[in-house]
């Protein structure tokens, strides 16, 4: 691990984004010394610093760069580069000084082995947990998980991948990890960010995708859990795993219902075309 570019495993106890949450982060997969989407996950990170006030600028970007060289000399050229930028130390209390100096961790770790789920999909639980709706946080990849983490410890069960949760108004917004699709009759659907949840590079992606080669309309608006559950096919995804089909999803009580749903052709083809784009 970097902490402004000095290798070190400790960060200082007034650090803003320790204390507050007060920062940002991107997980980024690396492929062959390579880096995959590094301009969108650096323009996202960007765009939450602004949203922030927290500085971002060229060379921060080259100061992420560096440490990346550093990190992969290390390790075997795959992997997971995790880029956080916290606003820095500062003083007691949630009021940010000006001259506050960023604080830049760069950390390289092993890819997780998602090859079996890929292929077979996963099992998904509906959360209890309700996301907040905050459109001033909505889209970012800010340090505060806290939802996250509650919804992500409602199961055990290690045959359950990932849970979907709602926000306060009962719209469906994607997963504990994940950005959330669905396929219903030849249309491809996934839930409006504006008021919360993460606006995913791999989620843009594949809009992309469906749009300029698929030709299959994406319609972003919010949606209830009776329009998931009514649909064809499911599909979460992240910069990590990139495509999982979802061939099952449980209640909240799962131990005692669930729906059982097939591995699409439209999720079979993005899965291939995401692997094209990089």
Same mark, same amino acid.
């Given at each position: 691990?970097?902490?402004?570019?000095?290798?070190?495993?400790?960060?200082? !106890?007034?650090?803003?984004?320790?204390?507050?949450? *007060?920062?940002?982060?991107?997980?980024?997969?690396?492929?062959?010394?390579?880096?995959?989407?590094?301009? $969108?996950? %650096?323009?996202?990170?960007?765009?939450? $610093?602004?949203?922030?006030?927290?500085?971002?600028?060229?060379?921060?970007?080259?100061?992420?760069?560096?440490?990346?060289?550093?990190?992969? +000399?290390?390790?075997?050229?795959?992997?997971?580069? =995790? %880029?956080?930028?916290?606003?820095?130390?500062?003083?007691?209390?949630? =009021? $940010?000084?000006? *001259?506050?100096?960023?604080?830049?961790?760069?950390?390289?770790?092993?890819?997780?082995?998602? #090859?079996?789920?890929?292929? @077979?999909?996963? +099992?998904? /639980?509906?959360?209890?947990?309700?996301?907040?709706?905050?459109?001033?946080?909505?889209?970012?990849?800010?340090?505060?998980?806290?939802?996250?983490?509650?919804?992500?410890?409602?199961? @055990?069960?290690?045959?359950?991948?990932?849970?979907? /949760?709602? *926000?306060? @108004?009962?719209?469906?917004?994607?997963?504990?990890?994940?950005?959330?699709?669905? &396929?219903?009759?030849?249309?491809?659907?996934?839930?409006?960010?504006?008021?919360?949840? /993460?606006?995913? /590079?791999?989620?843009?992606?594949?809009?992309?995708?469906?749009?300029?080669?698929?030709? +299959?309309?994406? =319609?972003? $608006?919010?949606?209830?859990?009776?329009?998931?559950?009514? +649909? *064809?096919?499911?599909?979460?995804?992240? #910069?990590?795993?990139?495509?999982?089909? &979802?061939?099952?999803?449980?209640?909240?009580?799962?131990?005692? =219902? !669930?729906?059982?749903?097939?591995?699409?052709?439209?999720?079979?083809?993005?899965?291939?075309? &995401?692997?094209?784009?990089?």
């Amino acid at each position: 691990m970097l902490v402004n570019g000095i290798a070190n495993q400790q960060l200082q !106890s007034n650090d803003r984004g320790l204390s507050y949450g *007060d920062g940002l982060f991107e997980t980024i997969q690396v492929q062959n010394n390579e880096p995959l989407l590094w301009q $969108a996950h %650096l323009k996202r990170m960007r765009l939450g $610093a602004q949203r922030l006030g927290i500085t971002f600028d060229d060379l921060t970007v080259q100061a992420f760069k560096d440490d990346f060289k550093v990190l992969n +000399s290390d390790c075997m050229g795959s992997g997971v580069l =995790k %880029l956080t930028l916290t606003r820095g130390v500062g003083k007691r209390g949630y =009021k $940010a000084e000006p *001259d506050t100096k960023a604080t830049r961790i760069s950390m390289f770790s092993a890819m997780p082995d998602m #090859s079996k789920q890929q292929a @077979d999909g996963i +099992s998904v /639980v509906l959360c209890n947990t309700q996301l907040a709706r905050q459109p001033q946080l909505a889209g970012l990849k800010h340090l505060n998980r806290l939802e996250q983490v509650l919804a992500r410890n409602e199961w @055990d069960d290690p045959k359950i991948t990932e849970g979907i /949760v709602c *926000d306060t @108004d009962n719209n469906v917004i994607e997963g504990c990890m994940s950005n959330l699709f669905w &396929v219903k009759k030849g249309t491809v659907y996934t839930p409006d960010l504006s008021f919360s949840g /993460v606006d995913g /590079v791999i989620r843009n992606t594949v809009i992309k995708i469906c749009t300029e080669q698929l030709a +299959s309309p994406v =319609k972003i $608006a919010n949606f209830k859990l009776p329009d998931l559950l009514a +649909s *064809d096919e499911v599909f979460v995804c992240n #910069s990590l795993f990139n495509i999982l089909p &979802v061939i099952e999803i449980k209640s909240a009580e799962h131990s005692t =219902k !669930s729906q059982e749903l097939s591995i699409g052709l439209t999720t079979k083809k993005l899965q291939a075309l &995401v692997q094209q784009f990089y």
